[in-house]
């Protein structure tokens, strides 16, 4: 069967019982700001009704002006809000305005208990004054995000990540995969990088709005995603083709390896292509979440 057929059928059977919403972002009005603050701050300082930091799994701590004002355009994403008494500035006034807005919960706490906050979510002297309760990031199962990229796009580009370890690069990727129009995340469930809230903070804001599957065996769903007709590629600084001599008009999977490590053998081992970055300078290497933003804006280039 084409790979045209194949896609359409995919697009047929999936539309008879699938519906999509689509993201939407919504406008703030600067003008309401004095009126929303006085609303939010009707909660004394560092009282609330739960100072419990706890979480279970449906939820997450994201911190940083700009993060939580990307998260407030998904306004169902953020369940509650943490100021720290005598926190201001103009991006505070518009984060009060959409929590006052979509009706969001609202607490400021004085130094001591901010700080204590703080170090619960490892965000010491990053959180810029403002800590989010978020809704944990739904996962997509595999088959469905496959099902969904074929069915949106004509060349989806999924990023998978094969054992990456540092929060900052998941983040990094997950920014220029939202950025560059790229489909989705896969990762693994064990010895991988998790989403956290330092990876949402780096990814300002990309991980709660793109597409991510954790998956138990990334082998497997590779195997599964090539009987699908998507091409497998990976990246690795030692192979001989250059990344701008794949053609990335078909359905692609990027495979991006570990920090030192790069990919593993039996992954490797399931790519269609190996592909490298060349390199002019003295340094041997590049970070993965710089390859992967190289990579992913070729493809983006290509499909122009």
Request: proline residues 3%.
């Amino acid at each position: 069967m084409s790979y045209e057929n194949q896609r359409n059928n995919y697009k047929s059977d999936y539309n008879k019982n699938s519906n999509y919403k689509s993201n939407q972002n919504t406008n703030y009005n600067s003008n309401k700001s004095d009126n929303y603050k006085s609303e939010n701050s009707k909660l004394e300082k560092g009282k609330s009704e739960s100072d419990n930091f706890d979480l279970d799994e449906s939820q997450a701590y994201i911190y940083g002006r700009n993060t939580i004002l990307e998260a407030l355009n998904e306004k169902d994403k953020i369940s509650k809000l943490y100021i720290q008494f005598g926190t201001e500035g103009p991006n505070i006034d518009k984060i009060l305005a959409l929590t006052y807005k979509y009706k969001i919960p609202s607490v400021k706490y004085d130094k001591r208990k901010f700080l204590d906050l703080e170090a619960k979510i490892n965000a010491k002297n990053n959180s810029q004054g403002v800590i989010a309760l978020v809704n944990q990031i739904e996962n997509v199962e595999f088959e469905e995000l496959f099902d969904k990229a074929l069915i949106d796009e004509e060349f989806p580009l999924i990023i998978a990540l094969d054992e990456l370890k540092d929060p900052h690069n998941f983040g990094a990727i997950a920014r220029t995969v939202e950025c560059s129009g790229a489909y989705g995340i896969l990762y693994p469930s064990t010895n991988s990088v998790q989403v956290t809230p330092t990876a949402i903070k780096i990814s300002a804001g990309a991980l709660l709005i793109t597409k991510t599957s954790k998956v138990n065996s990334l082998k497997n769903v590779l195997e599964y995603a090539k009987t699908l007709g998507f091409q497998i590629i990976g990246s690795e600084m030692n192979s001989e083709k250059k990344y701008y001599e794949i053609d990335f008009r078909k359905p692609t999977i990027l495979v991006i390896g570990s920090e030192g490590e790069g990919i593993r053998p039996s992954i490797k081992s399931l790519c269609d292509e190996v592909i490298n970055i060349p390199l002019k300078g003295k340094i041997s290497s590049l970070n993965a979440s710089v390859s992967a933003g190289i990579i992913l804006y070729e493809a983006m280039k290509q499909k122009l």
